[in-house]
C-alpha cells in the first residue's frame, strides 16, 4: 500500500506540474514598437480562451494518477470532495460544518465580495449602452430696466432627453465587460476557498476536542489508579511493612500525572471557544452540546486516502487565481484601445418656451445631434506606460498563478505522505501501549510477591501513561490529516447553482453581441 501511495504522491506531482507548464506558455511578454494593437489583442485573447478553458488540466490529465486500490477512483468522487466530512460518520461534526456555512462571519464577507463584483459587473455591462437623461426645468427672471431689461418678468420653459453613447468600435469597453466578469468568477473562487478552509478548520478543531477529552479521560483514570497505589503504599508504611521510598515514588508520579489535567481542561475551553466562533455564536454556547466525551471521528474506511484522476480542479484557490489573470489580461486589452480613437454620439430632443408660447407648439420643438470622434494625439507616453503596468500586473498574477499550483503539489503531498506515515506509527502505539500493559501487569505481580522493587512499577505506569497518550494523540492526528488531504484536494464546497447558471447565461448573451 505505501508503494502504490508514494506513486500517486509521484504522478500527483507530475500532473499538477504538467499544468503548471503549460501555464507557463501563455506568459504575457511586453509590449513592443512592433506590435500591432491587433497583435496584442489576439495574444491576449488567445491566452484568455487556453486559461478559461482549462486546457493546462486536460494536458496534466494524459498523467493519469494510479489508484492505490481498484476502488479509489470511485470512492473519492466529486459528491464524496464536496460534503467529505460524511464519512466520518459523525453527526454532531457534520451538524457543526453546516452550520457554520450558514452562520460564519468570513463567509458571509465573501458572500458580499461577490455581491460587490456582480454589480460591478453590471456597471460596466451598463457602459455599452446609451445613456439617457432627462433634463427639464423651469426657470424665471427679471431684468430692471435700469439694468437694459424689460422691467418685466420672463419664464423659460424647458422638456427635453439628453442622450450619450459610446461606440466601442475598438473592444475597449467590452474587454472592460470581460475583466468584471473574470473579477466575478474569482470571488466566486474566493467564496468557495473560505467555504473549503472553513469546513476544513471545524472538522479539524472538532477532532481537537473529542482527542483532548479522550486524553483528560485517560489521565484521570491513570489518577485513579495511581491513587490506588498512593493508598496501597501509605496503609504498607502505616503498617510498618515498608519504608516511606515506594510511597513517596507513587505519590509524585500521581502527581505528575495530575499536573498534567489542568492544561488539557484549558485546551478544551478554548478550542470549545474556537468552535463556537467558526459556527457564528457566541463562545460558550456550545459547552453544553460539546461536553460529554465522544468518540474521535474516524473514517469509514482507508478507501478514502488516495488521489482522485480530477483532484486539482477541484480547488478553488487555483481557480480565483486562473480568473484573476484573464481578468488582468482584459485590463490590459482595455487599456491597448486607449491607443485608438473613441466615437461618440451625443443629442437631445425636447420642447422649450417661454412668455411667447407654448411648451407644445410646433416652433417650441429642439433637437440637437453630435457625432464626435476623439483620438490621442499626444499624452506624454501615459497610455503606453499604462499599457506596461497592465502587462507586468499580467505577469505578476501568471507567477501568482503557478506558484499556486506548485502549492498544491506540496500540500496534497504533504498530506498524503503524512496519513501513511501517521498509519504506520498509530501501529507502533498500539503494540507499544499493549507491551506496556503487560508490562505493568507483570510488575505489579513480581512486586506483590518481593521478586522486583517498586521503581518498576512506577516506571512502567510511566511508559503506559505516555504511549496511551501518544496512541490517542496519533489517532487525532490520522483523522486530522484526512481532512487536510480532503482540503488539499480542494473538498468541501458545493458550486452555488443558481448564481454559476446566471453567470453563464449572462455571458453567453453578451457573446452573441
Not at 290 to 308: D, R
Not at 416 to 444: C, F, H, M, P, W
Request: glycine share 6%; net charge negative.
Amino acid at each position: 500500500m505505501i508503494k502504490k501511495l508514494t506513486l500517486c504522491t509521484i504522478s500527483a506531482l507530475i500532473m499538477l506540474t504538467a499544468g503548471a507548464a503549460f501555464a507557463a506558455k501563455a506568459e504575457p511578454k511586453p509590449s513592443s514598437a512592433v506590435n500591432t494593437s491587433a497583435d496584442l489583442s489576439a495574444e491576449a485573447a488567445s491566452r484568455d480562451i487556453q486559461i478559461k478553458n482549462g486546457e493546462w488540466t486536460m494536458l496534466a490529465q494524459l498523467y493519469p494518477v494510479p489508484a492505490i486500490s481498484d476502488d479509489i477512483s470511485q470512492a473519492l468522487t466529486p459528491e464524496h470532495l464536496a460534503s467529505w466530512w460524511n464519512v466520518f460518520n459523525d453527526p454532531m461534526m457534520t451538524e457543526l460544518i453546516l452550520k457554520s456555512l450558514e452562520s460564519n462571519r468570513d463567509l458571509a464577507a465573501a458572500r458580499a465580495r461577490v455581491t460587490e463584483a456582480r454589480a460591478s459587473l453590471g456597471i460596466s455591462q451598463a457602459n455599452l449602452l446609451p445613456w439617457l437623461d432627462s433634463t427639464n426645468f423651469w426657470n424665471n427672471e427679471r431684468t430692471p430696466v435700469q439694468a437694459g431689461g424689460s422691467g418685466s418678468g420672463t419664464n423659460l420653459y424647458k422638456l427635453g432627453i439628453d442622450a450619450s453613447w459610446e461606440i466601442d468600435v475598438f473592444g475597449g469597453q467590452r474587454a472592460s465587460v470581460r475583466a468584471q466578469r473574470a473579477t466575478l468568477e474569482a470571488q466566486y473562487a474566493a467564496l468557495y476557498s473560505t467555504w473549503t478552509s472553513l469546513a476544513s478548520e471545524v472538522a479539524m478543531n472538532y477532532i481537537s476536542l473529542r482527542t483532548l477529552q479522550e486524553r483528560l479521560a485517560i489521565a484521570q483514570y491513570n489518577l485513579s489508579l495511581q491513587q490506588d497505589t498512593v493508598d496501597i503504599q501509605q496503609s504498607k508504611v502505616d503498617s510498618g511493612l515498608s519504608d516511606s521510598l515506594a510511597l513517596k515514588q507513587a505519590q509524585y508520579t500521581m502527581e505528575q500525572t495530575r499536573a498534567s489535567i489542568p492544561s488539557v481542561e484549558s485546551s478544551i475551553e478554548q478550542t470549545m471557544n474556537a468552535l463556537a466562533i467558526l459556527v457564528g455564536e457566541v463562545p460558550g454556547t456550545l459547552e453544553e452540546k460539546l461536553a460529554a466525551k465522544q468518540p474521535i471521528p474516524k473514517l469509514s474506511g482507508t478507501e478514502f486516502i488516495g488521489i482522485p484522476a480530477n483532484a486539482v480542479r477541484q480547488r478553488p484557490d487555483i481557480r480565483q487565481a486562473e480568473r484573476q489573470l484573464v481578468a488582468q489580461l482584459a485590463r490590459k486589452k482595455s487599456a491597448q484601445a486607449d491607443l485608438w480613437p473613441k466615437f461618440y454620439l451625443t443629442g437631445s430632443i425636447g420642447t422649450e418656451a417661454g412668455n411667447w408660447g407654448s411648451l407644445f407648439s410646433g416652433p417650441a420643438k429642439l433637437y440637437s445631434f453630435l457625432p464626435e470622434i476623439s483620438w490621442p494625439i499626444f499624452h506624454a507616453g501615459a497610455i503606453r506606460n499604462n499599457i506596461k503596468v497592465q502587462g507586468a500586473k499580467a505577469e505578476q498574477l501568471l507567477a501568482a498563478y503557478e506558484q499556486t499550483v506548485l502549492t498544491a503539489v506540496g500540500e496534497v503531498r504533504d498530506s498524503l505522505s503524512a496519513n501513511v506515515k501517521e498509519y504506520e506509527r498509530n501501529e507502533s502505539l498500539k503494540r507499544g501501549v499493549e507491551a506496556a500493559q503487560t508490562a505493568l501487569d507483570i510488575a505489579n505481580d513480581k512486586y506483590a510477591n518481593g521478586l522486583v522493587d517498586f521503581t518498576n512499577v512506577i516506571n512502567a505506569q510511566r511508559s503506559l501513561t505516555g504511549l496511551s497518550e501518544e496512541y490517542v494523540i496519533s489517532q487525532g492526528q490520522i483523522s486530522t490529516n484526512a481532512v487536510a488531504l480532503f482540503k488539499a484536494l480542494g473538498g468541501g464546497w458545493q458550486p452555488m447553482e443558481e448564481a454559476e447558471k446566471a453567470l453563464a447565461e449572462a455571458a453567453a448573451k453578451q457573446a452573441k453581441k
